[in-house]
Each structure stands twice: as structure tokens, then as C-alpha cells.
């Protein structure tokens, strides 16, 4: 089975090219259980997974993290399945349990979702074979308005620029890396909303596969009907792609927000193609700027509050297990 992998920053469209890319009928991309990201960085605590302790405690920290994800998959696992897997690594565990997804969909190819995919990409492309990335980016305006509006992400303007900036700064050289092998393509939000098929005509062209009309309507999907109900944050996936829904910053943020994103996403913006609304703060008028909207950063919104119990039980639990793992 293939796997193919986004990259992305949150609050960029990541779960609509998902799903987009799922309704075809050779891809599978359910919801990430972000194992990849999560894993990856601790191997090493683990030791040698030849060592059937080592082994045991790898399998029922992964499994878990798996079952306390908040997306809904067809298939489940148990710890024994897992422990039967032969080759012993955590490529070898994300590939089964993808595979298994997969092939209850009666498909062939998996498209896998991640954070921080840049860092992930040496060890994707050693253990992944033939691997391709789709790299979805969105204008750093409107992905910081939709951070300060999502009632789960920590943080607002001066988080999100950070983020945005960082993620496209290390895979822009990752791209820079790679374009010439036909093993990335960047795909821009406006582009995918504005211009759906188009988009997807070119993103089934980069995976060589056909276009499905289907892709259009991903929204009616089983799935995507299912995990729309899920969390706020998917409330859309059951919808048709929503046209016209980029600059919606120009009326939502305040001049010195931009002016503030301007400033730190500036190169990126550039190289990206993002034209900017005012002229460079100076680095004073930044600093000074950037003193203000630090204390106004939000660590928890009161649209969290709002969230139903069960779900907020649920992130908390995975938000314990995933720190007592980065410190195993």
C-alpha cells in the first residue's frame, strides 16, 4: 500500500483536502490519530524493540493514543494484532493500521495527515516507499483569523503567525529539496476553494490517478458525515466546499493584527506569493507591537467552555497520555 502525506498548518483547510482526496475511490484519509508526529520524536526512549518489554510498551502506549483519538475510524485494533506485527517499528505499526482502514474501504492507498510534516520528512521518506507530499497552504491572515476563532487552539495572532511562519519556512526548503523529483506540489487554499476541480485536477494529475467526480462531494460521504459531528472545528466537513472564503481577515482583524502577521510571515509570504496590505513595520513599531498582543494572548477561550463534555474529557485525556509519552 502507498502512503502519501499533507503538509500543512492548522486552520489551512488540512481536514477539507482530507476529505477531499478520501472520496477518492483509491484513497483512503481518514482523520489523523497523528501517530507519526507524536512517536517519532521518542523512539529512541523505547530502546530496542527487538525486546519484547519494549515492544509490549510501545504497542499499548500507541494503542492508546490511537483509541483516544477524536475522529472516527471503521476499524479497531487490539493489542494483540499489533503485537503480531513482524517487523517491529513505527513505520511498520502506522503502515498496519492505515492498511487495515483501508482496505475495509476496499481501497489501496492511504493519505495520511500529520503535524510538523517537514520534520517527519527524512524519516517518511526512508521508511515510506515512493512517498509523495501535498503541501496545502493558506494565506497567513485568514489562518491566524480562523486560529483566534477556533474555541480549542491556545493562543491567537501572535501563536498563529509563529506557527504559520515556522511551517512554511521549514518546508519551503523541504520543497526547494524535492520539487524537482515530482514528489511535492503546493496546492493554495484559494486556489482549492475558489477553484475546486481545477485544484483537484491537478492534485489526482501529481498522484497519477483519474479524476472522480466524487471528490466534488466529498461532504456526503459517510464518513465526513460522521466526523463532522464530532468537534466544532469539523462542523464543515459535511459541507460543499465554501467559496469566497479567503480575506475574510480584511474585516475581522484589526490593521496592527495584520500589520503584526505581515511583519513575522514576511519572507514567506513573499517567496508564497502573498501580497501584503501595508507597508513593513519598522523593528520598533514591531517590538512595540509585539509586547501588546503577547499579553492579550489568550491561553484558554471562553468558547471552549462551550464545547461538549464529552469531547473536552476526551482532548484532555489525550493531552495527558501525549505528555506522559514526550517524557517516557
Keep these: 500500500m502507498r502512503c502519501d502525506f499533507l503538509i500543512s498548518s492548522e486552520r ?11 472520496a477518492h475511490s483509491q484513497y483512503c484519509g481518514p482523520t489523523s490519530p497523528h501517530l507519526l508526529r507524536i512517536f517519532y520524536p521518542v523512539m529512541s526512549k523505547y530502546g530496542n524493540l527487538q525486546e519484547d518489554a519494549n515492544w509490549n510498551r510501545f504497542i499499548s502506549d500507541i494503542l492508546e493514543m490511537f483509541n483516544l483519538k477524536i475522529g472516527v475510524w471503521e476499524v479497531n485494533f487490539n493489542k494483540t494484532e499489533l503485537l503480531n506485527i513482524t517487523n517491529r517499528s513505527l513505520a511498520s505499526v502506522v503502515k498496519y493500521i ?11 492507498h492511504a493519505f495520511i495527515k500529520e503535524v510538523n510534516t517537514f520534520n517527519l520528512a527524512p524519516y517518511i521518506n526512508e521508511n515510506f516507499e515512493n512517498a509523495k507530499y501535498i503541501w496545502l497552504v493558506r494565506d497567513p ?18 501563536r498563529a503567525a509563529n506557527i504559520w511562519k515556522k511551517n512554511q519556512e521549514h518546508t519551503i526548503s523541504l520543497f526547494k529539496q524535492l520539487t524537482k523529483t515530482n514528489k511535492i506540489i503546493l496546492v493554495k487554499y484559494e486556489a482549492l476553494t475558489e477553484d475546486q476541480e481545477q485544484s483537484i485536477l491537478n492534485i489526482c494529475d501529481f498522484l497519477s490517478i483519474n479524476f472522480e467526480a466524487e471528490m466534488l ?5 459517510n464518513m465526513s458525515v460522521k466526523n463532522a459531528s464530532k ?7 459535511n459541507k460543499a466546499i465554501l467559496k469566497n472564503n479567503s480575506k475574510k481577515y480584511k474585516a475581522k482583524l484589526t490593521k496592527e493584527q495584520i500589520q503584526y502577521i505581515e511583519f513575522v510571515c ?6 508564497l506569493g502573498y501580497e501584503k496590505d501595508f507597508e513593513l513595520l519598522s523593528e520598533k513599531a514591531f517590538n512595540s507591537l509585539h509586547d501588546v498582543f503577547v499579553k492579550q494572548e489568550r491561553h484558554e477561550k471562553p468558547a471552549y467552555n462551550l464545547i461538549p463534555e464529552e469531547e473536552k474529557l476526551k482532548r484532555e485525556a489525550w ?10
Design 266 to 271: 514576511n519572507e514567506e509570504m513573499s517567496f
Design 231 to 237: 468537534t466544532d472545528n469539523w462542523k464543515n466537513l
Design 217 to 221: 462531494s466529498f461532504h456526503k460521504n
Design 12 to 22: 489551512s483547510g488540512s481536514n477539507l483536502i482530507t476529505k477531499i482526496i478520501d
Design 319 to 328: 493531552y495527558s497520555k501525549y505528555l506522559e509519552i514526550q517524557n517516557v
Design 98 to 108: 492505515y492498511n487495515k482502514e483501508a482496505k475495509h474501504h476496499l481501497k489501496t
Design 141 to 158: 491572515r485568514d489562518m491566524a483569523l480562523s486560529w483566534v476563532n477556533s474555541p480549542i487552539h491556545r493562543g491567537d495572532v501572535v
